[in-house]
């Protein structure tokens, strides 16, 4: 079997897009650092962290899983650049 290395366009700046989506569509849903922290289990600090330095603390599937749900909002939409 023959393989060869296929060419894709990826993002190097996605986790930067996901912490930009996940503030704008928690301050459209009207939901502070501190409730959306509450409602998925994490520390105001972590989701603090996570929106103010673009992503760089990283966040795992699981809770943006969860944001999705809190926000209402599909979980393509955080990866909409």
Do not use: C, H, P, W
Request: no cysteine.
């Amino acid at each position: 079997m023959t393989t060869f290395k296929r060419d894709f366009s990826f993002n190097r700046n996605i986790i930067e897009v996901v912490a930009r989506n996940v503030r704008k569509y928690r301050k459209i849903a009207g939901i502070t650092q501190e409730q959306l922290a509450i409602d998925i289990g994490v520390s105001n600090d972590f989701l603090r962290r996570f929106e103010t330095t673009l992503g760089k603390e990283g966040m795992s599937l699981n809770t943006l899983y969860k944001i999705s749900v809190v926000l209402d909002v599909s979980m393509e939409k955080f990866f909409e650049e």
